[in-house]
């Protein structure tokens, strides 16, 4: 009498491990395919900053060009490309909102995808067009007298993806928050945005203003940020600005991520 003796299997006990940057690469072409089959907006999206920086840009170079001296431009150039990131990852919260409303969100959700991936895919989908962006206006402003270093453009480009990713993880978790009641988002993201803004000396210098807003800097993330792209893009990777940026992109990101995948985890429940 023989014995059949069948091939032995090993089982897994535990799923396969998900790796997250696979899962981010599956969100972010996900979120990319709308904007690819929308070219147009994508288009404008990249114009817009040549319209600030025509309009804007001789009334900055006008009135304090004596104190910039050639250099206004390299000065000013970093600012629009911080206020495209900042403008671009603050409001990304909005196609949250819409899915709420289609029930995608519901649906990746549902999906074994890790919930921080859900958050730094979108987010770094909205670099993509930033980062295109940034190109167009170095590619037009290096004529106009602005000195491009690449090294320090690269590094500067890779220091705003990481505070893109944070600050677009906030605004997942503010769209979260008030997805009942999505005219908030609006509210909230307005009455922060522009303080920010005005407090980081993106669009004036604030060694001239008054002392308490020279104070309501030191406290604003942002204008570490600001300090740290115009050094990197001057070329000045070495400068304690740049460090203090990095610092300051960090716990942007960490903060953001943390807020975002709580917010996300309970929203699931």
């Given at each position: 009498m023989t014995t059949l003796t069948l091939p032995t299997t090993t089982v897994a006990t535990a799923g396969p491990q998900r790796n997250l940057l696979r899962d981010i690469r599956i969100v972010m072409t996900r979120e990319l395919k709308p904007v690819l089959r929308d070219p147009f907006s994508l288009l404008f999206g990249m114009i817009q900053p040549l319209v600030f920086l025509a309009l804007f840009g001789p009334l900055?170079?006008?009135?304090?060009?004596?104190?910039?001296?050639?250099?206004?431009?390299?000065?000013?150039?970093?600012?629009?490309?911080?206020?495209?990131?900042?403008?671009?990852?603050?409001?990304?919260?909005?196609?949250?909102?819409?899915e709420f409303q289609t029930g995608a969100h519901e649906r990746m959700l549902v999906t074994p995808l890790s919930r921080s991936s859900l958050l730094i895919g979108r987010a770094l989908k909205e670099m993509v067009p930033l980062f295109g962006q940034a190109v167009i206006v170095i590619a037009v402003m290096t004529p106009f007298a602005f000195d491009l270093h690449v090294g320090g453009a690269l590094v500067g480009l890779a220091l705003l993806a990481v505070f893109g990713v944070g600050l677009g993880s906030f605004s997942y978790a503010l769209a979260i928050a008030v997805r009942k009641q999505d005219w908030m988002?609006?509210?909230?993201?307005?009455?922060?945005?522009?303080?920010?803004?005005?407090?980081?000396?993106?669009?004036?210098p604030l060694e001239s203003?008054?002392?308490?807003?020279?104070?309501?800097?030191?406290?604003?993330?942002?204008s570490y940020l600001v300090d740290a792209e115009r050094a990197l893009f001057s070329g000045d990777?070495?400068?304690s600005a740049v460090l203090w940026g990095l610092v300051a992109a960090i716990?942007?990101?960490?903060?953001?991520?943390?807020?975002?995948?709580r917010t996300m985890l309970r929203s699931a429940d």
């Open positions: 900055l170079s006008g009135s304090m060009g004596a104190e910039f001296g050639a250099g206004v431009w390299q000065w000013f150039v970093p600012s629009i490309l911080v206020m495209t990131t900042l403008f671009g990852t603050s409001t990304t919260g909005a196609n949250l909102l819409f988002f609006w509210v909230v993201q307005q009455t922060f945005l522009f303080p920010l803004m005005i407090l980081s000396g993106m669009l004036l203003g008054p002392g308490w807003m020279r104070v309501a800097a030191n406290f604003n993330p942002l990777v070495a400068s716990v942007t990101a960490v903060l953001g991520l943390t807020v975002g995948i």
